[in-house]
């Protein structure tokens, strides 16, 4: 053991690769109740009698919670093991759902969202690291691919699956069928997860020497730049896609399904490429961002040419999570779960940056400036990404000797020794 391995790592074993299924299925569970707002603003609207930028808040606090439980999880946690901490989270999801399904008063849904988010910002914060120590370092990329493929899978269902209930059925059945899905999860976590100890805790004091890393401060401001552009132009996507494009309800519907498909295909893509090279497929990813982006932006009128910018930006967004975390990872070999944990919380505070200044924008401009503004912050990314160099030795050298470089999973001793 050394002492930039915060872990005791379990052997793998075949049983390893259920239990990260198990991770992933819980961060599926976490994203489909996250995002379930969005289909269900109209109807959450007219119960409460709230405004839908009220209404609003109830995604809103979720990630400033999630943003604050992040860093504070993992202190507060210490060298608790992680499997009771993943299910402690993953039943605190489904008291969240819970609260929301039966909340009589809109500010009872609320404090429904914010244990929610400290669910979410939790997770985050250890489902990673735990995920990569439960496999060989060679596959740590694949472990992180499965359990970000989770969020991009949740991502696809959420909304359609909400807008479908709430059409049809009383929305809060869709919090119902929400808190079912936590507590199933719950119970195959308990089934699969194996114990992942944990050696060295997270210190208050990590965070500040992470910050004072140059380089972990331009990945850090890099995540900044991707989330909060992205979201800038997400948010809008569909009244842009309605108003400028001419898109009709049936084809939107076909295309924001096709966009989700292609985000879980680019999330394993990402992971592949990041496995090799990891600046090197930040760089590619914040690349086809720009472009696409771009090109939505400048062809709004045009769906011919929309149509498949919009495909490539869901690739972008697919790749973009498990690229920059394996970058982070890569340079933060000593504080890992720390770096997880700020990560989370950057990515977070972006998610409400980004939809914040977007809508800022769009009030003073017109739609056409949310995508601007975010293909504006990730050229900015670009630059980012540059700026930081060649690939620091430390990469290179791992990419060399195939391993992963300098993983959560690739620090101190193998995960596959006695």
Same mark, same amino acid.
């Not at 999880?73 to 969240?96: C, H, P, Q």
């Not at 909340?103 to 849904?109: I, R």
């Not at 980012?384 to 470089?405: C, F, I, K, N, Y």
């Given at each position: 053991?050394?002492?930039?391995?915060?872990?005791?790592?379990?052997?793998?074993?075949?049983?390893?690769?259920?239990?990260?299924?198990?991770?992933?299925?819980?961060?599926?569970?976490?994203?489909?109740?996250?995002?379930?707002?969005v289909g269900l603003l109209p109807d959450m609207t007219r119960e409460f009698g709230v405004s839908e930028g009220t209404a609003g808040l109830a995604i809103t606090?979720t990630a400033l919670l999630g943003a604050i439980a992040a860093p504070l999880t993992t202190i507060v946690i210490g060298r608790l093991d992680r499997r009771a901490?993943?299910?402690?989270?993953?039943?605190?999801?489904?008291?969240?759902?819970?609260?929301?399904?039966?909340?009589?008063?809109?500010? &009872? /849904? @609320? %404090? !429904?969202?914010?244990?929610? #988010?400290?669910?979410?910002?939790?997770?985050?914060?250890?489902? $990673? +690291?735990?995920?990569?120590?439960?496999?060989?370092?060679?596959?740590?990329?694949?472990?992180?691919?499965?359990?970000?493929?989770?969020?991009?899978?949740?991502?696809?269902?959420?909304?359609?699956?909400?807008?479908?209930?709430?059409?049809?059925?009383?929305?809060?059945?869709?919090?119902?069928?929400?808190?079912?899905?936590?507590?199933?999860?719950?119970?195959?976590?308990?089934?699969?997860?194996?114990?992942?100890?944990?050696?060295?805790?997270?210190?208050?004091?990590?965070?500040?020497?992470?910050?004072?890393?140059?380089?972990?401060?331009?990945?850090?401001?890099?995540? &900044? /730049? @991707? %989330? !909060?552009?992205?979201?800038? #132009?997400?948010?809008?996507?569909?009244?842009?896609?309605?108003? $400028? +494009?001419?898109?009709?309800?049936?084809?939107?519907?076909?295309?924001?399904?096709?966009?989700?498909?292609?985000?879980?295909?680019?999330?394993?893509?990402?992971?592949?490429?990041?496995?090799?090279?990891?600046?090197?497929?930040?760089?590619?990813?914040?690349?086809?961002?720009?472009?696409?982006?771009?090109?939505?932006?400048?062809?709004?009128?045009?769906?011919?040419?929309?149509?498949?910018?919009?495909?490539?930006?869901?690739?972008?967004?697919?790749?973009?999570?498990?690229?920059?975390?394996?970058?982070?990872?890569?340079?933060?070999?000593?504080?890992?779960?720390?770096?997880?944990?700020?990560?989370?919380?950057?990515?977070?505070?972006?998610?409400?940056?980004?939809?914040?200044?977007?809508?800022? +924008?769009?009030?003073?401009?017109?739609?056409?400036?949310?995508?601007?503004?975010?293909?504006?912050?990730?050229?900015?990314?670009?630059?980012?990404?540059?700026?930081?160099?060649?690939?620091?030795?430390?990469?290179?050298?791992?990419?060399?000797?195939?391993?992963?470089?300098?993983?959560?999973?690739?620090?101190?001793?193998?995960?596959?020794?006695?």
């Amino acid at each position: 053991m050394t002492l930039a391995d915060p872990y005791v790592a379990p052997t793998p074993t075949r049983g390893s690769w259920a239990a990260v299924v198990g991770i992933a299925l819980g961060a599926f569970a976490l994203v489909v109740t996250e995002f379930l707002p969005v289909g269900l603003l109209p109807d959450m609207t007219r119960e409460f009698g709230v405004s839908e930028g009220t209404a609003g808040l109830a995604i809103t606090a979720t990630a400033l919670l999630g943003a604050i439980a992040a860093p504070l999880t993992t202190i507060v946690i210490g060298r608790l093991d992680r499997r009771a901490v993943l299910l402690g989270l993953t039943g605190l999801l489904a008291v969240a759902g819970a609260i929301s399904a039966i909340a009589p008063q809109f500010a &009872v /849904l @609320i %404090v !429904g969202r914010v244990l929610l #988010g400290v669910a979410v910002g939790g997770f985050w914060a250890v489902s $990673l +690291t735990a995920a990569a120590k439960l496999v060989p370092h060679d596959r740590v990329h694949t472990a992180s691919s499965l359990v970000l493929g989770g969020i991009s899978v949740g991502a696809v269902v959420s909304v359609p699956a909400a807008s479908f209930i709430s059409a049809h059925y009383d929305w809060r059945i869709a919090y119902g069928a929400a808190t079912a899905l936590a507590v199933v999860v719950f119970l195959i976590q308990l089934v699969l997860l194996p114990r992942i100890p944990i050696d060295r805790a997270v210190a208050a004091d990590h965070f500040r020497q992470l910050l004072a890393m140059p380089k972990v401060r331009a990945i850090l401001l890099t995540v &900044v /730049l @991707i %989330v !909060g552009g992205h979201y800038a #132009g997400y948010t809008f996507i569909t009244p842009y896609l309605e108003q $400028l +494009t001419g898109l009709r309800t049936n084809s939107l519907s076909i295309l924001l399904l096709a966009y989700g498909v292609v985000t879980v295909v680019g999330t394993f893509i990402g992971g592949a490429m990041a496995a090799r090279h990891r600046q090197r497929a930040v760089l590619v990813t914040t690349g086809v961002f720009v472009v696409s982006m771009t090109t939505v932006a400048a062809f709004a009128h045009n769906a011919t040419v929309t149509t498949p910018a919009v495909l490539a930006w869901a690739l972008a967004i697919g790749m973009a999570p498990v690229c920059t975390q394996l970058w982070l990872y890569a340079n933060t070999t000593r504080f890992v779960e720390a770096a997880q944990a700020m990560n989370t919380g950057v990515f977070q505070l972006s998610i409400a940056l980004g939809s914040l200044l977007g809508a800022v +924008t769009v009030d003073l401009v017109g739609l056409h400036s949310a995508m601007w503004f975010g293909a504006a912050a990730l050229a900015l990314a670009v630059l980012v990404v540059l700026a930081v160099g060649r690939v620091s030795p430390d990469d290179e050298s791992d990419r060399q000797h195939g391993t992963e470089a300098r993983s959560p999973a690739a620090t101190g001793e193998p995960a596959n020794s006695p």
